[in-house]
């Protein structure tokens, strides 16, 4: 694991495949609790938003839904960052530093706008 100043550090350009999978991995435990944090807000934000009370059944309930709904899936796409990035290296021959902090920013930022979207699509259909 690294230092959380180190989150958006450029790597070596020459790195191997096991560097850049490296990279990656060693930033996955910040991005999954970057977006635990994201979804523990939106949740307590529909808590606070409802206007009866929601039973501790109910929240165990919307967090295992979480984890294996969304949790799961933004790690499979977490995964498909250093994927592309190794296709990016092979393929177009781009030794590029700042290409792996940029897609980490990039797929941070859209991972929380997608759960936004998803956040907001569920609350506007529990209201029809």
Do not use: H
Not at 66 to 81: D, H, K, V
Request: hydrophobic residues 60%; glycine residues 4%; proline residues 5%.
């Amino acid at each position: 694991m690294i230092a959380l100043t180190q989150m958006f550090a450029r790597p070596d350009p020459a790195a191997t495949p096991r560097e850049v999978i490296g990279w990656w991995e060693r930033r996955r435990l910040y991005y999954n609790l970057i977006i635990i944090a994201w979804a523990a807000i939106l949740i307590c934000v529909l808590i606070a938003a409802g206007k009866e009370r929601i039973s501790w059944s109910a929240i165990a309930s919307i967090l295992v839904v979480y984890l294996l709904l969304f949790q799961l899936p933004a790690n499979i796409f977490y995964t498909g960052g250093w994927i592309v990035d190794l296709i990016v290296k092979r393929f177009f021959k781009w030794p590029s530093p700042w290409f792996e902090p940029w897609a980490l920013g990039m797929g941070i930022a859209l991972s929380l706008l997608f759960y936004l979207v998803l956040f907001v699509a569920a609350i506007r259909s529990s209201k029809e």
